[in-house]
């Protein structure tokens, strides 16, 4: 089945704007995602790793790409196609809660 990196945007003020229940029916698309197996996660800290023409690894605390919003959170997720991952996550915290999730096609190469 194809897989599917999703990345999370939210920040709690958004969050904060949602009803109890939608927050609920949120968490339970996530424990529902979770249960069809996806690996899902809290965004850390990041960290660059560079290494130019293979002469030492280099390293650099922070996100390279950036956003209005705060990175919330990475899901690998089994879809049949786009559209089916794409509702899977609709309903999902960050999507509900005024942020925005971001869906990849996953290309194990």
Request: glycine residues 12%.
């Given at each position: 089945?194809?897989?599917?990196?999703?990345?999370?945007?939210?920040?709690?003020?958004?969050?904060?704007?949602?009803?109890?229940?939608?927050?609920?029916?949120?968490?339970?698309?996530?424990?529902?995602?979770?249960?069809?197996?996806?690996l899902m996660?809290?965004?850390?800290?990041?960290?660059?790793?560079?290494?130019?023409?293979?002469?030492?690894?280099?390293?650099?605390?922070?996100a390279?790409?950036?956003?209005?919003?705060p990175?919330?959170?990475?899901?690998?997720?089994?879809?049949?196609?786009?559209?089916?991952?794409?509702?899977?996550?609709?309903?999902?915290?960050?999507a509900?809660?005024?942020?925005?999730?971001?869906?990849?096609?996953?290309?194990?190469?």
């Open positions: 089945m194809p897989k599917f990196m999703t990345i999370g945007y939210g920040e709690r003020a958004g969050y904060d704007k949602i009803s109890a229940n939608a927050r609920a029916a949120a968490h339970a698309n996530d424990d529902l995602l979770k249960r069809r197996g996806a996660g809290i965004a850390g800290r990041p960290v660059q790793v560079r290494n130019p023409d293979a002469g030492g690894a280099e390293t650099q605390q922070g390279f790409m950036s956003s209005s919003l990175v919330a959170g990475f899901a690998l997720i089994e879809a049949t196609d786009l559209a089916e991952a794409i509702e899977l996550v609709s309903k999902s915290p960050c509900v809660a005024h942020g925005v999730i971001e869906v990849w096609p996953f290309d194990e190469g």
